[in-house]
């Protein structure tokens, strides 16, 4: 059974616009096989598997199915070649009981028979030595309990490639091994199991193979056997670039702001901030780095007000009474009342940062409406703004009257970047602030960032570029699943040493 | 005088079962459909003029009259209007995507007018004294009920004597049940109500269950306004009479939790309690009408108690009233 190809891509390329997702990426997993696929945020690992079960369509290359060239055009093309992909974000009903999710959309023989049903799915949970309960409802469930009726809903409609996107991302160490214990079986059973991961351990334990993409290009396939974390690391990240970002020396660094100890558990009950301590000066920039989805959305949340801690201390230095001020447990409102000028480009713009129904004007006085003495709207000093934002940053926009969600995304950034920085903070947060944006709109912003860091003001910014990460930042302080893995100086530290830290899921002291 | 009470009760729970079970199908399909009154209204006002064309084809002679035509016409007619109505509403919310409360309310709005503009017209035509007009040859035929009912005393009275339509709702409520719950269309039908994206990924036709579950549930409406016309009102129309029975429907869904099966129960005692002023003795014209507020206090302590309660299986289908746009993510 092994090493005979179950599929085979041959020099796929596939473009959205201008971005290049895949570019000439070549891929081969065998059957009795598990190939892992690592790359960073955005190296085009989930375009690729997307392609392979049906959501997108490749621009180029070829697809091979057992050695027959195949065309997957949609999601049931894919299932009539076998193929199941297990999404991060589950599509599942939650009224519904797990049987009653893997039957649906089916249409078999004997007609609609939910008993029968249930007894195949036990039968697959003890071939595989799954644990699952057909007749639980999915809204009681734990999300590896989820995870698993996922995967039996992909093997109950018979497919023997089987793709995972960053199944772990979401299940504890115990619930992992007991999932890698599954996924070994259906090796041993011959089936081709391709897993996305950014966890190098992981992928060490597990596979047989890795294939490493690095933004959207293929670096190579190694056999896990041979390799190890640091040939790992230097595939995924690969050498320093050099974007020649200006970096100015920090002026009379002072704490302004502390993070003492946060833990933080959100909605879903799982811990995403893990006894996190940091501290960041007045007049530089502090890096944040991690995987996406590593508690950096918490951690600015927190400090803003819009997340409750269950434990620790935020610690603000006020330089105009030099007070010391504790955050946690306020609200926005009352920390802008204790004269902290707390500035915060959020990561969803259009979610949280800006009302994209609302033009520009009306946009900048969602930060100014308190201000003002009579019962109607001020609109002057409003206007003005937008009207110097929209000069200074070079914003294209039809007028100052146009809805901001019709302008484009690097337009958008500028305008809510504008906004926050013209309320002069002290504390300045950017969570992705160049994302989706080109080449000369990053650099708009990280002069922006540059100069707020001149003025004294202490900016936090949180990327995914290592490359600009390191040029741009004083500091970096990584951060790998809740946990600060390690903080690091910016102009010594390397990518690979950055990269290692970001994987790393255990330790990790201040530096 | 309590078996004339429950039976009373009965007939006037009918439309409301009608009502309430087309809108249950509805919103199964994740559309609030706030069009139901209206689509009543019309479904009532198309068997009036399938009855009204087919007594002048006969020469409004009850002699001429064929039984099986004379419901057979009012029958289609009505639902030819009411899912015409449905249509209208499930292209601009499913198709267009509009928002659905203003896209019922508009049909609401639209069907009444249309009701009004026919009933006015027809009322017209026969130059009636009277604000109404009266079809109660077609009438006897759909109020026709069992020969023996009356003789089993009342036993009969409560469940034989009545019309035809009022077991079709019954049977129509317990098979809405029976699919929704134990086939593979129900089970379609219900997750593209939960979780659309989920029922287009496992290869349901999302747009066609919406499409669907909307018309067969604006025709199963368009029955009780029917219904209401020819057995309750004994084929009398007049504009307006059919009151705010629409609404109720509507809230009843709330009160069934989305059941069909509960739906009878509900509407029975909506029913009973909108009569229960006539029976209970001594009470003046403000207290009647505090006495005909009692199905929607019901309803509000419903909804109360399920909120409190929050079992899952007892909300309303998730993405109701959300359109649902496939390559929004």
């Known amino acids: 059974m092994a090493n005979q190809a179950a599929i085979e891509l041959k020099n796929i390329t596939k473009t959205f616009g201008s971005v290049v997702a895949n570019k000439n990426v070549n891929l081969t997993a065998n059957r009795g096989e598990i190939l892992s696929i690592l790359g960073e945020n955005g190296s085009g690992k989930t375009t690729l598997m997307n392609m392979i079960s049906g959501i997108y369509f490749p621009d180029e290359g070829e697809i091979f199915i057992d050695g027959q060239p195949a065309v997957i055009a949609s999601p049931k093309d894919a299932f009539d070649y076998k193929i199941g992909m297990i999404h991060q974000h589950f599509k599942l009903v939650d009224v519904f009981s797990a049987a009653e999710n893997i039957i649906l959309g089916l249409k078999e023989k004997e007609g609609y028979n939910l008993k029968a049903a249930e007894a195949r799915i036990s039968a697959i949970c003890e071939q595989y030595g799954f644990e699952l309960d057909p007749k639980k409802k999915i809204y009681t469930m734990a999300v590896s309990e989820k995870q698993t009726v996922e995967i039996i809903k992909v093997l109950y409609r018979g497919a023997d490639i089987l793709i995972l996107d960053e199944p772990t991302a979401v299940l504890t160490p115990q619930e992992t091994q007991k999932l890698f214990a599954v996924l070994r079986k259906m090796r041993d059973d011959g089936k081709s199991i391709i897993i996305i991961t950014h966890k190098l351990h992981e992928v060490l334990s597990l596979s047989d193979r890795v294939a490493v993409l690095r933004k959207g290009e293929y670096v190579g396939t190694v056999e896990t056997a041979k390799t190890n974390e640091s040939e790992l690391t230097e595939m995924m990240v690969g050498k320093k670039i050099s974007l020649n970002i200006e970096r100015s020396e920090p002026k009379d660094p002072q704490v302004r702001l502390e993070v003492h100890h946060?833990?933080?558990?959100?909605?879903?009950?799982?811990?995403?901030?893990?006894?996190?301590?940091?501290?960041?000066?007045?007049?530089?920039?502090?890096?944040?780095?991690?995987?996406?989805?590593?508690?950096?959305r918490e951690l600015l949340e927190v400090i803003a007000g819009l997340q409750k801690t269950d434990s620790g201390a935020v610690l603000y230095h006020n330089p105009k009474t030099g007070n010391v001020d504790l955050l946690q447990g306020k609200t926005p409102l009352q920390i802008r009342e204790l004269g902290v000028r707390l500035s915060f480009v959020p990561e969803d713009r259009l979610g949280m940062g800006l009302v994209g129904n609302m033009d520009i004007t009306d946009n900048m006085m969602l930060r100014s409406y308190r201000k003002g003495h009579s019962a109607f709207l001020e609109r002057r000093a409003p206007k003005d703004l937008a009207e110097h934002i929209i000069d200074e940053l070079e914003v294209v926009t039809p007028g100052i009257t146009t809805p901001v969600r019709r302008l484009s995304g690097g337009n958008v950034q500028k305008v809510l970047v504008g906004r926050e920085i013209a309320a002069a903070p002290t504390v300045l947060m950017a969570a992705y602030p160049v994302r989706g944006l080109d080449i000369n709109s990053s650099y708009t912003?990280?002069?922006?960032?540059?100069?707020?860091?001149?003025?004294?003001?202490?900016?936090?910014?949180?990327?995914?570029?290592?490359?600009?990460?390191?040029?741009?930042?004083?500091?970096?302080?990584?951060?790998?699943?809740?946990?600060?893995?390690?903080?690091?100086?910016?102009?010594?530290?390397?990518?690979?040493?950055?990269g290692l830290l970001m994987t790393k899921t255990e330790g990790g002291a201040e530096q | 005088?309590?078996?004339?009470?429950?039976?009373?009760?009965?007939?006037?729970?009918?439309?409301?079962?009608?009502?309430?079970?087309?809108?249950?199908?509805?919103?199964?399909?994740?559309?609030?459909?706030?069009?139901?009154?209206?689509?009543?209204?019309?479904?009532?006002?198309?068997?009036?003029?399938?009855?009204?064309?087919?007594?002048?084809?006969?020469?409004?002679?009850?002699?001429?009259?064929?039984?099986?035509?004379?419901?057979?016409?009012?029958?289609?007619?009505?639902?030819?209007?009411?899912?015409?109505?449905?249509?209208?509403?499930?292209?601009?919310?499913?198709?267009?995507?509009?928002?659905?409360?203003?896209?019922?309310?508009?049909?609401?709005?639209?069907?009444?007018?249309?009701?009004?503009?026919?009933?006015?017209?027809?009322?017209?035509?026969?130059?009636?004294?009277?604000?109404?007009?009266?079809?109660?040859?077609?009438?006897?035929?759909?109020?026709?009920?069992?020969?023996?009912?009356?003789?089993?005393?009342?036993?009969?009275?409560?469940?034989?004597?009545?019309?035809?339509?009022?077991?079709?709702?019954?049977?129509?409520?317990?098979?809405?049940?029976?699919?929704?719950?134990?086939?593979?269309?129900?089970?379609?039908?219900?997750?593209?109500?939960?979780?659309?994206?989920?029922?287009?990924?496992?290869?349901?036709?999302?747009?066609?269950?919406?499409?669907?579950?909307?018309?067969?549930?604006?025709?199963?409406?368009?029955?009780?306004?029917?219904?209401?016309?020819?057995?309750?009102?004994?084929?009398?129309?007049?504009?307006?009479?059919?009151?705010?029975?629409?609404?109720?429907?509507?809230?009843?869904?709330?009160?069934?939790?989305?059941?069909?099966?509960?739906?009878?129960?509900?509407?029975?005692?909506?029913?009973?309690?909108?009569?229960?002023?006539?029976?209970?003795?001594?009470?003046?014209?403000?207290?009647q009408e505090l006495f005909k507020m009692l199905p929607y206090v019901v309803t509000i302590v419903v909804l109360i108690i399920t909120s409190m309660r929050k079992k899952r299986e007892h909300q309303p289908p998730e993405s109701l009233g959300l359109p649902y746009f496939r390559e929004e993510r």
């Open chain 1, 262 to 296: 946060v833990d933080c558990t959100n909605r879903e009950g799982s811990l995403v901030l893990d006894d996190v301590s940091f501290h960041v000066n007045a007049g530089e920039i502090l890096g944040v780095a991690g995987i996406a989805g590593s508690g950096q």
């Open chain 1, 445 to 498: 912003i990280y002069n922006l960032l540059n100069q707020q860091k001149e003025k004294g003001v202490a900016v936090i910014f949180v990327g995914e570029d290592l490359d600009v990460l390191l040029e741009l930042c004083d500091r970096i302080l990584v951060i790998g699943g809740g946990k600060v893995t390690g903080i690091v100086d910016g102009r010594t530290a390397t990518k690979e040493q950055v």
């Open chain 2, 1 to 287: 005088m309590i078996v004339e009470f429950i039976s009373r009760a009965i007939l006037l729970s009918i439309p409301l079962l009608y009502g309430s079970v087309g809108e249950i199908l509805t919103e199964k399909s994740g559309h609030l459909n706030l069009g139901i009154p209206g689509i009543m209204y019309s479904g009532a006002i198309g068997g009036v003029i399938g009855a009204f064309l087919y007594e002048n084809a006969c020469g409004n002679d009850l002699a001429n009259m064929n039984p099986f035509l004379a419901i057979l016409i009012p029958l289609i007619c009505s639902i030819l209007f009411s899912v015409f109505m449905g249509l209208i509403y499930s292209f601009m919310t499913v198709t267009l995507r509009a928002n659905q409360n203003v896209t019922g309310l508009a049909i609401t709005t639209f069907g009444i007018g249309l009701g009004n503009f026919f009933g006015g017209s027809l009322i017209k035509l026969v130059d009636s004294d009277l604000p109404s007009i009266a079809l109660t040859k077609t009438s006897k035929f759909f109020k026709a009920e069992l020969p023996f009912a009356d003789d089993l005393g009342w036993f009969g009275e409560i469940f034989l004597s009545h019309d035809f339509l009022a077991y079709l709702a019954i049977a129509i409520a317990l098979a809405a049940s029976f699919v929704l719950s134990k086939t593979r269309i129900g089970l379609n039908l219900r997750s593209v109500g939960e979780n659309p994206a989920t029922a287009d990924a496992a290869g349901i036709n999302v747009t066609r269950y919406k499409y669907l579950a909307t018309c067969i549930g604006s025709a199963v409406a368009g029955l009780g306004g029917l219904q209401y016309v020819m057995a309750y009102a004994d084929g009398v129309w007049s504009n307006n009479a059919f009151g705010d029975r629409g609404w109720m429907a509507i809230a009843l869904v709330i009160f069934a939790l989305w059941k069909p099966s509960m739906a009878i129960v509900g509407s029975f005692l909506f029913g009973a309690l909108c009569n229960a002023n006539n029976y209970v003795q001594g009470l003046g014209a403000e207290t």
